[in-house]
């Protein structure tokens, strides 16, 4: 239904008023109850031990991105992910970039967005979150909850950490927006460590990396990754959007999302397994639009797997889509879980 009858109205407005109008209704925390109860994908068959010894009831995450401000991060913990990511939340309100800042590549189901951190600042942020968790014990069979955080500077990225800690299960540190160039410091050895190692780190902490595409990209962030592990990170998201320019964007560039990326996704999650070992967790992310994408992530060596843009093209059923293709494949192969799953994964379309 909603890609052959919401999406081409939702489709008629510009991006960002598209996604107000789609917010309203995510906003309405009722309806996304009764589409839960009426979920069948709940199943512990999906569920994979995460960090800090937290399970998560399915590896399939919401990226950042959407819910920049949290406020409706339960809606979307009810559509079926295993975890949604609010934010990236950052110290003090911002516009972010002049408008047009989202184009749509229909054809390609990938988007282009140049937002350049809009918020409505921690504070705005930490409110709501203080109310979330009063609800907390009547959520204990839903996914949890990640924060993502950035800054414009040291002072501003430490202050934004310490006081969006208490309120999330774990921390993702976005160093890698093409869109806000003030963090490209924290893309430098040195100012990583010194802020890594200043963070007063009471829950997991992920750092969420630019996707690489040159030999020189690639040794940038296999540096990053070898100074974060020295620091204790507990894992990276591997990836953001990939910088593009794109006329139709009132500054003229952007990082581009969604169905292109997932081949390099895949890549790079080789790629630095292969280099790093198993030492820490991945989340790939980049391009996932189905059950397949998410499993060749897996199997390319990643934890979880986060989506964002294929929400936007395929609707609010993606996730529980994407659970139920999982739990018809464990039956199919006769494996016990997720994890034997993605051990069959290259006999797939043998079966
Ligand atoms: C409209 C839009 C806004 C985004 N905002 C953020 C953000 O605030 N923080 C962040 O870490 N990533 C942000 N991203 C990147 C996504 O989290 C994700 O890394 C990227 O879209 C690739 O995943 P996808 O192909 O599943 O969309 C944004 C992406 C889009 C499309």
């Known amino acids: 239904m909603y ?9 008629k407005l510009p991006p960002e008023k598209a996604q107000s109008f789609a917010d309203f209704f995510l906003k309405r925390q009722l309806i996304w109850e009764v589409y839960h109860s009426f979920l069948k994908t709940s199943d512990p068959r999906l ?3 995460y960090t800090n010894n937290q399970n998560l009831p399915s590896p399939l995450g919401f990226a950042a991105g959407y819910d920049k401000d949290c406020e409706f991060l339960t809606s979307l913990l ?7 990511i609010g934010g990236t939340i950052v110290n003090s309100p911002r516009y972010g970039n002049e408008k047009p800042r989202i184009a749509r590549n229909i054809k390609e189901e990938s988007l282009i967005n140049a937002l350049g951190f809009p918020s409505k600042g921690k504070t705005y942020v930490t409110n709501l979150l203080e109310k979330y968790q009063k609800t907390l014990p009547k959520r204990s069979n839903l996914g949890k909850i990640m924060l993502s955080i950035s800054g414009l500077d040291h002072e501003d990225l430490l202050s934004c950490h310490s006081d ?4 999330t299960d774990f921390l993702e540190i976005n160093i890698s927006s093409p869109n806000t160039s003030n963090i490209k410091i924290f893309q430098e050895q040195d100012n990583l460590s010194k802020l890594l190692n200043s963070l007063n780190k009471q829950k997991p902490l992920f750092l969420k990396l630019a996707p690489y ?14 100074t974060a592990i020295s620091c204790g990170i507990d894992g990276f998201t591997i990836s953001n959007t990939k910088p593009t320019t794109d006329e139709r964007l009132a500054v003229g560039k952007g990082g581009m999302s969604g169905k292109p ?16 070992g198993y030492e820490f967790l991945i989340n790939g ?9 998410l499993l060749s992530v897996l199997d390319a060596g990643a934890n979880t797997g986060q989506l964002l843009t294929s929400f ?4 609010p059923n993606v996730a529980n889509n994407i659970n139920r293709t999982l739990i018809q494949l464990i039956e199919k192969t006769g494996s016990e879980n997720i994890t034997e799953l993605v051990q069959e994964y290259p006999n797939l379309d043998k079966l």
């Open 3 to 11: 890609e052959n009858l919401l999406r081409p109205i939702l489709f």
């Open 47 to 49: 569920q994979i031990s």
């Open 78 to 84: 009810l559509l079926g992910f295993g975890y949604v």
């Open 164 to 167: 969006i800690q208490p309120y």
């Open 213 to 226: 595409t040159s030999n020189e990209e690639k040794e940038l962030v296999f540096s990053l990754i070898k």
């Open 261 to 276: 990326l997932l081949t390099q996704t895949i890549q790079m999650i080789k790629e630095i397994r292969s280099e790093f």
């Open 285 to 293: 992310c980049g391009g996932i639009s189905n059950a397949y994408d």
């Open 312 to 315: 936007i093209y395929k609707g």
